[in-house]
């Protein structure tokens, strides 16, 4: 873990509890020692030092904060709601490549009843940035249909399909939407003009394609 997460970070003292104390624990940090604090929401980390430790929190005081230079990330990903477990365990992944935001739209093939825990994804992706350092977590959008995407972005969203062009040409103003298991319907296939193919002989699981889609396009 890179640094700690707290919300309040910033203010002259806080508090270490929880799931952060454990952390806290886990290296045996001691009162006088110093630690990284980030609330991944202003672009600085906060050095704090450790002047008590009791049974369940530990009470720091701010010494000084850093600017902390990374460029902000702005690639944004349309993904067809899915299981959740299957978004939970991608998510990591996606936050830590440098995405900037992901769009989750209930397509025609999406399970409608299936409803995003927003809170646990949040904590999930802060958990992400606490590994891999980075300041700030991935923009989560809900849309509940593939209808509202189009009348939102227009022209700029393009399929991921079974078939189309090749990813080499895909335009930076372009957003790429990926399908569910079950992939596109015919009408979105017919809503949204442009369509690219990923190049593989297999059949790819929707979370496997977008992290090779995102990887592509990013890298």
């Known amino acids: 873990m890179v640094y ?6 910033g203010n002259e003292q806080l508090k270490i509890t929880n799931e952060q104390f454990s952390h806290l624990k886990a290296r045996r940090l001691k009162a006088g020692e110093r ?18 430790i009791s049974r369940k929190e530990a009470l720091c005081e701010l010494i000084f904060k850093n600017s902390v230079i990374e460029k902000t990330p702005d690639f944004t990903v349309a993904w067809a709601v899915v299981e959740n477990t299957v978004i939970e365990k991608t998510l990591p992944s996606l936050n ?18 299936i409803k995003p825990d927003l809170k646990r994804m949040e904590r ?15 923009e989560i959008e809900i849309l509940n249909s593939s209808d509202e995407l189009l009348k939102k972005f227009q022209d700029k969203i ?16 372009e957003i790429a939407f990926v399908g569910p298991e079950g992939g596109f319907s015919e009408r979105e296939r017919k809503l949204f003009k442009n369509s690219y193919a990923i ?12 992290l090779s889609v995102c990887a592509k396009l990013l890298f």
């Open 35 to 52: 630690i990284d604090v980030r609330n991944l929401k202003d672009g600085f980390n906060y050095i704090y030092e450790i002047i008590g």
């Open 199 to 210: 190049n593989s002989p297999y059949i790819l699981r929707s979370n496997t394609a977008i």
């Open 158 to 173: 393009s399929l991921i399909d079974f078939g189309g062009k090749s990813l080499e040409i895909f335009g930076n103003d």
């Open 124 to 138: 999930i992706l802060i958990n992400s940035s606490q590994q891999c350092g980075r300041n700030s977590i991935l």
């Open 96 to 113: 830590e490549i440098g995405i900037g935001k992901v769009i989750l739209v209930y397509s025609d093939f999406s399970q409608k009843n």
């Open 4 to 9: 700690f997460y707290n919300e309040t970070a």
